[in-house]
């Protein structure tokens, strides 16, 4: 079938027919001009709210407007060591991945509170969500990243809230 084809992690000689290069595997934080796009999010442990958001880049600025958006003066805001965090005006919390912290236990009570699993959680169901779409232009990725936000949403959405709702629409 294919004369030519090779066992995986064989040289490749042939200039005329380079192998074919996978999109995407720059290092570092993409930003919206290199055509990956940066998606911010905050989801509350009590509240179960979660804010997902297209930007154009995950700059300190950009990243502390978000948070201060969407959780309340008095929250305690669980980050990992990225320096882009540091403008966050909030109670703060940090686990140092590069110094093999995950998960710290605070208060010697045996419950590792402190961690970015929640969050983390959170970009495994959207890349799950989006992967059957088998790619997405950036142009309509923030409308792919709503009705995501909105289906986790709709699971902390309780009978009050929506007797609310109705009640504010029809009165």
Avoid at 35 to 44: A, E, L, Q, S
Avoid at 112 to 138: A, C, D, M, Q, S
Avoid at 143 to 149: L, Q, S, V
């Amino acid at each position: 079938m294919f004369q030519n084809a090779g066992e995986k992690g064989d040289k490749h000689d042939d200039p005329s027919d380079p192998p074919r290069c996978r999109g995407n595997k720059r290092r570092g934080h993409g930003t919206y001009e290199n055509d990956r796009p940066p998606i911010v999010g905050t989801k509350g442990r009590k509240s179960g709210l979660l804010r997902l958001r297209l930007v154009h880049r995950t700059d300190s600025l950009t990243l502390s407007n978000h948070v201060h958006q969407f959780t309340l003066p008095t929250a305690t805001v669980y980050t990992d060591g990225w320096r882009g965090y540091n403008a966050i005006q909030r109670s703060r919390e940090i686990v140092v991945h590069k110094d093999g912290e995950w998960a710290r236990d605070a208060d010697g009570d045996g419950f590792y509170e402190i961690h970015t699993n929640t969050i983390e959680g959170v970009w495994t169901i959207v890349r799950n969500f989006l992967r059957p779409f088998r790619g997405v232009h950036k142009k309509f990725l923030a409308g792919y990243i709503a009705i995501c936000e909105f289906i986790m949403n709709l699971k902390s959405v309780s009978v009050e809230f929506i007797s609310k709702l109705v009640k504010s629409t029809y009165s």
